[in-house]
């Protein structure tokens, strides 16, 4: 399968400044990368769906302005939480995917803690 | 869309004894079905997956889990288990184009001694 990195892996920010979250696909193309946020005790909730080199899908209730996510190659998604606020605190996490391939099933990456002051 | 349902949020057990985590999910159309565990602070890992073929599904650490479509089910069990198996464990389901999975709410494992 394939290795997915996150960096950073937690973050400490204030409110009212950007963070931007890289998720890496280390040995595999990634035609699909696919962002969620869990909060503490919750489940995963999709976020976002990217494809590479077009224009982030966002789930209903997901700011577009405020989550901006870029899928600049097969290998490289980052999601920018802009303007962070307190209740954007959240474990984040990404997954791949590439249609087409033998692996039909998401690849996970461990997740950034994202804590805003 | 899907959805899943898993039916305990929390179960307790002690060390060496079987358990079953039970899973429902609701779909219009054919899926694929996943358990994953999550350890404290870490991402998921994937425990065994249904795609197709034999309902009954073998994974690591000793679980496994049948596919009962009749029963819109996919529940998870392990003849055994270990402290170390104390976690959050998550069904989800997605589309056959893997492009909208949904999870579960999770079901938290604690093995006692």
């Known amino acids: 399968g394939a290795v997915v990195s996150q960096h950073p892996s937690r973050v400490i920010c204030k409110s009212g400044t950007s963070v931007k979250i890289e998720c890496r696909s280390l040995d595999f193309q990634a035609t699909t990368m696919f962002w969620y946020r869990q909060f503490p005790k919750q489940s995963l909730m999709l976020m976002a769906t990217?494809?590479?080199?077009?224009?982030?899908?966002?789930e209903q209730g997901v700011e577009k302005d405020k989550f901006l996510i870029n899928h600049a190659s097969l290998t490289l998604s980052t999601l920018t939480v802009t303007s962070a606020h307190p209740e954007d605190s959240s474990f984040y996490i990404c997954?791949?995917?590439?249609?087409?391939?033998?692996?039909?099933?998401?690849?996970f990456g461990p997740g950034t803690r994202l804590t805003v002051l | 869309a899907q959805s899943v349902t898993q039916l305990d949020s929390q179960v307790p057990v002690f060390e060496e004894a079987p358990v079953e985590l039970r899973c429902n999910y609701s779909s219009s159309v054919s899926v694929y079905l996943f358990w994953y565990v999550q350890y404290p602070n870490q991402g998921l890992q994937l425990l065994l997956k249904y795609l197709s073929g034999s309902t009954l599904v073998k994974g690591i650490n000793g679980f496994e889990a049948e596919f009962n479509k009749s029963q819109t089910s996919f529940h998870l069990r392990k003849p055994s288990v270990h402290i170390s198996d104390t976690a959050e464990y998550f069904c989800a389901v997605s589309d056959l184009n893997n492009n909208d999975m949904r999870f579960g709410a999770g079901t938290r494992l604690t093995v006692k001694p």
């Open positions: 990217s494809n590479e080199g077009s224009k982030a899908t966002y």
């Open positions: 997954s791949v995917f590439s249609s087409g391939t033998y692996y039909n099933e998401q690849f």
